[in-house]
């Protein structure tokens, strides 16, 4: 039967959106909340479907290293790539398009976890990531899509 468990992973860093009509074009920063859901189809000896030890130094670790007190900008956003840049010391994750709530939860579960956490026989089907305390987005993988992949 799967099981899965979650963690919950606080960070903070600012963006903006390229194309916003209103106030998130402007440079700012959040809260952020992930929760990410890692499910396996048993349990090891010990009864766990991963130790959240793992989960703590693989996922919070890499946010920790990538995103948090960070600027996440879209890699197209020139101007505000330079401005971020023209302040030392600074960190800079250049994202693949905006980094909406949405796009960030999709490039967690598509791109981070399956790399963090490829030494387990473990997947993440569902990583939510709250940007304010009222407003999350998800990302999932559907069923039936290949559910080992
Ligand atoms: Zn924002």
């Known amino acids: 039967m799967p099981l899965s468990v979650v963690r919950r992973i606080s960070f903070c860093a600012g963006h903006r959106l390229l194309g916003h009509e209103g106030k998130c074009a402007g440079l700012h920063g959040h809260n952020y909340v992930a929760e990410i ?9 010990v009864g766990r479907v991963i130790d959240f030890a793992e989960v703590k130094s ?13 600027f996440l900008l879209n890699r197209d956003d020139e ?3 330079a401005a971020v840049r023209s302040v030392e010391p600074t960190k800079v994750f250049l994202f693949p398009g905006n980094p909406t709530a949405e796009k960030m939860a999709e490039y967690l579960l ?3 976890c399956p790399k963090a956490l490829a030494p387990f026989n473990v997947r993440v089907d569902k990583v939510v990531l709250w940007e ?12 039936g899509q290949g559910a080992r992949g």
């Open 110 to 112: 598509e791109e981070v």
């Open 37 to 45: 859901e890692v499910t396996a189809d048993g349990t090891d000896d």
């Open 132 to 143: 304010t305390p009222d407003c999350f987005a998800v990302a999932a993988k559907g069923q």
């Open 58 to 70: 693989r996922l919070k670790g890499w946010i920790d290293e990538y995103w948090d007190h960070g």
């Open 79 to 81: 101007a505000a790539i």
